[in-house]
């Protein structure tokens, strides 16, 4: 495997490991890598918040390009665009995204 794979795996392992622990604590369905990017319209809340997660630590901390995360995730560029601007929207009042964000930056604090 390339290593940029292996980074992007990783990226989504922590994530949806992160994401499915939050949701735990409040009795919501959990998201696991393989089924992160089934689906296109109308996905699960689980799915969303572990997508746009994804695609904005893929970008804004290890520097994928937008058309390689789409190409990665099977989307278009403007639909991984939309994501991580759901992510910077969401994590500055939603307090599932807030509290997602804090186990996620310490995950990342824990392996660097």
Do not use: W
């Amino acid at each position: 495997m390339k290593r940029k794979e292996v980074v992007m795996h990783k990226i989504e392992d922590m994530v949806c490991d992160a994401v499915s622990s939050v949701m735990r604590q409040y009795k919501r369905s959990v998201i696991g890598t393989e089924e992160l990017y089934i689906g296109k319209k109308n996905i699960p809340l689980a799915r969303s918040i572990a997508r746009n997660f994804c695609f904005h630590i893929m970008h804004f901390y290890y520097g994928f390009t937008y058309p390689v995360i789409a190409q990665r995730a099977g989307m278009t560029e403007k639909s991984v665009m939309r994501c991580v601007r759901k992510y910077h929207q969401y994590t500055m009042s939603d307090p599932l995204y807030i509290e997602i964000r804090s186990v996620v930056k310490k995950t990342i604090g824990n392996e660097q």
